[in-house]
């Protein structure tokens, strides 16, 4: 029966269905299942599917972006009974994510959160045109381990370094690593500035997160 | 001394892409996403023009819902003919709808050293050597800022990138860099010094302005108040969509060209109805996401099929056109570069699209490399050829070269072969040589065009820019960057 129902799970995040996801979410809680039980043996198996037929090319970015979506429209839904339960889902690390300020390109930014997201991070997303200083405030009071920044001029690249800056300012750094994306944006760039990482695709940023958080080999 | 410039003229070909009844369809789908769902412009000024002119206007959001015929009205407004006024008038572009003129594209951040072969970041000294070798190419019609002056600051960039093609080249200059009203306002009065005032700008608008919109269904404030600055000063300015399916644009390809075709003609309706008359263009650059990666793939059948089926779309508004091609996303020049810029240049040549972007860039429009922009040169010189089509008037008939030579023999003593041999094609760059010529030199199309990127830069003087003009260009750039610090 349990099974049953994280079987469903696992081919709700599969069909990128959110509101099947959402609605066996539900089911779970009414049928008193932990909720950690069904992320992990339900929904995380869907995920983890989506992402080894990405890597054999059989699925694409749309396919792994809803089921993304649908992976959290499912522990919206659980996360209430998970705080009163006084658990929480093991996360790999925290994220804070933003596009520079003067700089309005949130779709790049986007799909690397919802990844990031997807992959197991906690993500805060800071939204478009974001102050330098708030990245810095934002990682504070987070406790952010990475902090990723996006441009897509070549006039708001150069707020890349004035974040990296205002973390230094902080005493943020080095602990808080910085990653750096956007089409102007360069592996030597990235280096120049004093920037952990670089990627020029979301996935390539997932791995690369992983890689600095510590322990996963990509 | 000044070049010929040699746009593709009067085609003799055509291709029926969309037809009548598909143009109306995504034309009257356009205004029912213009007025149901709206467009986003966050302008203070834009918001005001539009809330003037009936639109319904939501402070909050900044999305505006306009009745399809307010945006009808105002783009019935916009000069259908007028021209880009070159420094040397003999090299003036007409927007008339029988030439298709080329430009370099833009705006990369790497150069491939011409010298070293090394990729390193782009600076100032960049957009000199490529005007500089722009003016000497007749394919190149105007310029676009090829490669962005990192070297420069920020704020006033966009203006040194200006000043550096007028002071190497008497050919029109167009710029996607300027994205702020107070960029705009001096690029203007660096146009103007050119032109000889306001006035004479007006009616010789040496220099034009693209902005980008922000798919889907958006545009940048900094853009919008850019252009209108422009438009108030007579200087054409087009708003460019680069929808991209499955990303930023629905999967499909008429529901991109609706996208896109709402985000254009709103901003272009809101520059007729701020300054009616005012000489507009569509621009366009529509691609399919990488499905694996997600990136603007800048190549593909689709980019191919847009870069013919905007044309349709801008001239039912009858509106230029300034359409991107070429642009291959190929790391170095090579096979798929190939492929991509030929088949996108052709596609958008065959239906006249005014203004051609662009020649030079590797990489989805980020790494310049001057073999690329020779080799894209020689692209477009077959597409030219091509388009010229085959004429069949009495003298190409050669009926009399036929009698005079008979079966057997041969035509290359024919008076007739010495008029038209020169009509023939003729190759800077593709390998006809014996085989082993090329066994014994192992060199290609890549070393030509290196080697003769090399030579234009080291003898083509243009014509130089009038000492008290390059003065005037700097005393504007300075007073800006005063204004700035």
Redesign the interface.
């Known amino acids: 029966m349990t099974d049953e129902l994280f079987n469903a799970m696992r081919q709700a995040i599969v069909d990128g269905d959110a509101e099947q996801a959402e609605a066996l979410a539900r089911q779970s809680l009414e049928q008193n299942i932990d909720p950690l039980a069904a992320i992990n043996q339900g929904y995380v198996q869907g995920i983890d599917y989506v992402g080894e037929q990405?890597g054999a090319?059989e699925m694409?970015?749309?396919d792994l972006m809803l089921a993304a979506e649908a992976m959290q429209k499912a522990l919206a839904v659980l996360e209430p009974e998970m705080a009163r339960r006084g658990t929480q889902r093991q996360v790999l690390g925290k994220v804070v994510i933003g596009t520079v300020k003067g700089d309005?390109?949130e779709?790049?930014k986007n799909?690397v959160a919802t990844m990031l997201s997807a992959g197991g991070f906690q993500v805060y997303d800071l939204g478009v045109d974001v102050p330098y200083a708030t990245f810095a405030e934002k990682a504070r009071e987070v406790g952010a381990d990475i902090v990723g920044v996006s441009a897509l001029?070549?006039?708001?690249m150069?707020g890349q370094r004035s974040v990296i800056e205002a973390l230094d300012e902080m005493g943020l750094r080095p602990r808080v690593k910085v990653l750096v994306g956007g089409?102007?944006v360069?592996r030597?760039?990235a280096t120049e500035i004093g920037a952990d990482g670089y990627s020029?695709?979301?996935?390539g940023a997932v791995a690369l997160a992983k890689k600095l958080v510590g322990g996963y080999h990509v | 001394m000044s070049k010929k410039i040699n746009p593709i003229a009067h085609p003799r070909l055509s291709l029926n892409i969309l037809s009548t009844e598909d143009v109306r369809r995504i034309h009257t789908a356009t205004l029912d996403v213009i007025e149901s769902v709206g467009v986003r412009f966050?302008s203070h000024k834009a918001l005001d023009i539009w809330e003037a002119h009936g639109a319904t206007v939501d402070r909050q959001t900044m999305i505006v819902k306009v009745p399809g015929h307010v945006v009808e009205d105002a783009l019935k407004k916009a000069p259908p003919i007028y021209t880009l006024a070159a420094c040397d008038p003999s090299q003036d572009l007409p927007m008339d709808g029988h030439h298709v003129y080329l430009g370099t594209d833009g705006?990369g951040?790497?150069v491939v050293d011409l010298f070293t072969g090394q990729r390193r970041?782009s600076c100032l000294q960049d957009v000199v050597e490529i005007a500089r070798v722009g003016d000497y190419l007749e394919e190149i019609a105007f310029h676009w800022v090829a490669v962005?002056a990192?070297d420069c600051p920020?704020q006033t960039?966009a203006l040194h990138e200006l000043a550096a093609i007028w002071q190497n080249s008497t050919k029109h200059a167009q710029t996607e860099?300027i994205?702020t009203e107070r960029e705009a306002r001096a690029a203007i009065e660096m146009a103007a010094a050119i032109a000889g005032g306001k006035d004479a700008l007006r009616k010789r608008p040496v220099l034009s302005i693209m902005q980008c919109t922000?798919s889907p269904l958006g545009h940048?404030g900094g853009s919008l108040d850019a252009g209108l600055v422009a438009a108030e000063a007579g200087v054409p300015v087009g708003y460019m969509t680069m929808a991209s399916c499955?990303?930023?644009a629905p999967a499909t390809l008429a529901g991109n060209l609706v996208v896109g075709n709402a985000e254009v003609i709103s901003a272009l309706a809101l520059m007729e109805l701020a300054y009616p008359g005012a000489p507009v263009y569509y621009a366009a650059a529509q691609t399919a996401?990488d499905?694996?990666?997600?990136?603007?793939t800048g190549g593909g059948p689709e980019d191919f099929l847009f870069g013919a089926a905007t044309n349709v779309l801008s001239d039912f508004y009858n509106i230029p056109l300034s359409m991107g091609s070429f642009a291959t996303g190929a790391k170095e020049p090579n096979w798929q570069a190939g492929v991509e810029n030929s088949l996108s240049t052709f596609m958008a040549s065959i239906v006249v699209s005014d203004m051609l972007l662009g020649v030079g860039l590797l990489h989805?429009s980020?790494i310049w490399s001057y073999e690329q922009m020779l080799m894209d040169c020689e692209i477009y010189s077959i597409v030219h050829k091509m388009l010229d089509g085959i004429t069949t008037d009495d003298e190409a008939l050669a009926l009399d070269a036929i009698r005079a030579v008979g079966p057997g023999g041969n035509f290359m003593t024919q008076k007739h072969t010495k008029r038209h041999m020169r009509e023939l094609w003729q190759q800077r760059f593709m390998d006809r040589r014996p085989y082993n010529v090329w066994e014994e030199k192992r060199d290609g199309a890549r070393d030509w065009a290196r080697q003769k990127a090399q030579d234009i830069l080291k003898t083509h003087q243009p014509d130089p820019l009038d000492p008290k003009l390059a003065a005037e260009l700097s005393r504007i750039i300075e007073a800006a960057e005063r204004v700035t610090t």
């Open positions: 990405f090319g694409f970015l749309p309005i390109h779709i790049g799909l001029l070549t006039t708001t150069t089409a102007p360069t030597g760039w020029e695709d979301a996935m | 966050p705006c951040v790497e970041r962005s990192q920020p960039r860099s994205v922000t940048d499955a990303s930023t996401m499905l694996r990666t997600g990136a603007y989805g980020r």
